[in-house]
């Protein structure tokens, strides 16, 4: 329920903050006291236009905050949570109106669109007034209050299921004929790929074995090289190329000769060279055995590499040209494979999917079926009930009918095969139509009240307002309107602007709205009247501007004070 109100800087209106309560607030004031400012500051705050007309002369920018306090999983709560709003114990929403035109909307200070402000405030305020209907007069919510008012919601939600179970029967079928059409299309294609790719066999990690594989091969290859290298300059094959070894025995014969042929026992003065060259064809030797090992354990068969290569480079020109990766070929051929196998097997399928479409289908019709039936009961009775809330209310000659008419099968949903509308005939002879086509704004607002009586308990919305829901009536009637207004009071927060002292008596709670002058300008303030306080503003309903003891005295009759 709405729980605060603050205006700011509104037309008359500097500083107000007003608390409500439950059950009903009565809202009275002369004409032009402002009672339609407090209207249009709660509308500013639902989402209404804004315009810099509201903001107060002399001020900058004009502001209106309302709280709202929600029972426990509302509607207004869950929508919130959804669209990112933090949520505590109560919903503030704030809407601020520069003087150039200008607004911005928070809800619980966080910055949100006029949109979603508009969205949330339908869900906790409904607004009924003259020429204004908000809720009962839109034909797109009569289905769901009849349904609330019938009290069958597992006949509705059971009918929203198969209506779910159908549409997914339906899509399932749907995406198996697309599919079959387009391998039909692309049969000769699609052949030559699984050809292709079952023949190419591509394996699930394989791009990265060979990767490697390849790597390690490339690594063998330059080193069996550099060894084969090393081997040709210690020892080269061509006997015509003069190696190391051969030059170190060329370098000791050499030696050799210092020793005369003639003094064989004679001391080589080249000895230690001699002995170096010695080791050094011996290191020489091991070196080149050491390398010849190396060689023969390097595996350096050619053809491992080029079967590497060949393969890996295969598999990708393949993903290059289906457009993928070496990583999604595998399931790429799956696919394929699967859609070719449709085309042997689609007119199996099809014909199982159409059956069950058909079955959800029938299951959808039977649900939706007894849905209409349960609202045709319901109608019944929700007409008979309106019917008998009219006459009190100055509409004994109107006819009130709730129409539940068959959809054809293009509009069937998730709420029916049928469409609801509350209609109405206010005159003998006249054809029922739309409700605020028909009615007048005096006979629409009370008809919207007795809708209220009868439908209150279905509804989420927990704050109704009537604007002069009374007006143009008084006596028995006003008594009647203030009688109702009360019933559903009983039910949701209400709050009404009367002119009738009949409603004003049965408020919980009475604010006065006055205009007054303040700093030479006008000012609308807004009062809360205890018991003597109402006494003599009730009576100054009846009596006009002069208050009289017998109006006094009718007042408290009104009341319920009379001594």
Aim: glycine share 8%; hydrophobic share 50%; with cysteine.
């Amino acid at each position: 329920m709405l729980t605060a109100l603050s205006i700011r800087d509104v037309v008359l209106i500097e500083r107000l903050d007003l608390a409500f309560g439950t059950g009903l607030t009565v809202l009275t004031g002369e004409t032009g006291a402002g009672k339609s400012i407090l209207l249009d500051s709660l509308g500013l705050a639902l989402g209404a236009r804004a315009d810099a007309g509201l903001v107060r002369a002399g001020a900058e920018q004009a502001s209106v905050t309302a709280c709202f306090a929600p029972p426990p999983g509302h509607p207004a709560l869950e929508m919130l949570a959804e669209q990112g709003v933090a949520l505590e114990d109560e919903i503030v929403v704030r809407r601020v109106v520069s003087k150039d035109g200008r607004s911005r909307a928070a809800i619980n200070d966080q910055p949100v669109g006029v949109a979603l402000l508009r969205r949330a405030a339908s869900l906790l305020v409904e607004v009924q007034g003259q020429g204004d209907q908000i809720g009962l007069a839109d034909p797109a919510a009569h289905a769901a209050l009849l349904d609330a008012y019938g009290g069958y919601a597992p006949v509705r939600s059971a009918a929203g299921a198969a209506w779910r179970a159908w549409r997914d029967a339906s899509a399932r079928l749907l995406d198996a004929k697309t599919a079959i059409a387009e391998a039909q299309r692309e049969e000769d294609w699609l052949r030559h790929a699984v050809e292709e790719l079952s023949a190419l066999a591509p394996v699930e990690g394989e791009e990265d074995r060979l990767a490697a594989e390849r790597q390690r091969l490339q690594q063998g290859e330059r080193r069996a090289e550099a060894i084969a290298s090393a081997l040709s300059d210690i020892a080269p094959k061509d006997r015509r190329s003069a190696g190391p070894a051969a030059s170190l025995r060329n370098a000791s014969r050499a030696l050799q000769k210092l020793v005369p042929t003639n003094q064989p026992d004679a001391d080589n003065p080249a000895a230690p060279a001699l002995a170096a060259l010695e080791r050094a064809e011996e290191a020489l030797a091991e070196a080149e055995t050491l390398l010849s090992r190396l060689a023969d354990e390097a595996d350096t068969d050619p053809r491992l590499l080029e079967q590497a290569e060949e393969r890996l480079f295969a598999l990708r020109a393949a993903a290059r040209k289906h457009g993928t990766t070496v990583v999604e070929l595998p399931a790429l051929l799956t696919g394929l494979r699967g859609r070719l196998a449709a085309l042997d097997t689609g007119a199996a399928e099809i014909a199982a999917l159409e059956d069950a479409a058909t079955a959800a289908r029938t299951a959808y019709a039977a649900a939706a079926g007894a849905l209409t039936v349960a609202r045709q009961v319901a109608a019944k009775r929700l007409q008979t009930a309106v019917t008998g809330e009219l006459p009190p209310l100055r509409l004994d000659k109107a006819r009130f009918m709730v129409e539940v008419s068959a959809l054809e099968e293009a509009r069937w949903g998730v709420a029916g095969a049928d469409t609801v509308r509350f209609l109405i005939a206010t005159n003998p002879g006249q054809a029922p139509g739309a409700l605020d086509k028909i009615a007048s704004g005096g006979e629409l607002s009370r008809l919207m009240l007795a809708l209220k009586v009868v439908l209150v308990s279905g509804g989420s919305v927990p704050t109704l307002v009537f604007d002069e829901v009374d007006s143009g009536v008084g006596g028995a009637t006003a008594a009647a309107v203030g009688d109702r207004l009360a019933r559903v009071a009983d039910q949701v927060q209400v709050l009404v602007v009367t002119h009738s002292p009949q409603v004003a008596a049965r408020g919980a709670a009475h604010l006065q709205v006055a205009k007054v002058a303040a700093k030479n300008r006008a000012e609308t303030r807004v009062l809360s009247l205890d018991l003597p306080a109402r006494r003599e503003e009730i009576a100054r309903m009846l009596a006009g501007e002069r208050v009289t003891e017998a109006a006094r005295a009718a007042a408290d009759s009104l009341l319920g004070t009379a001594a």
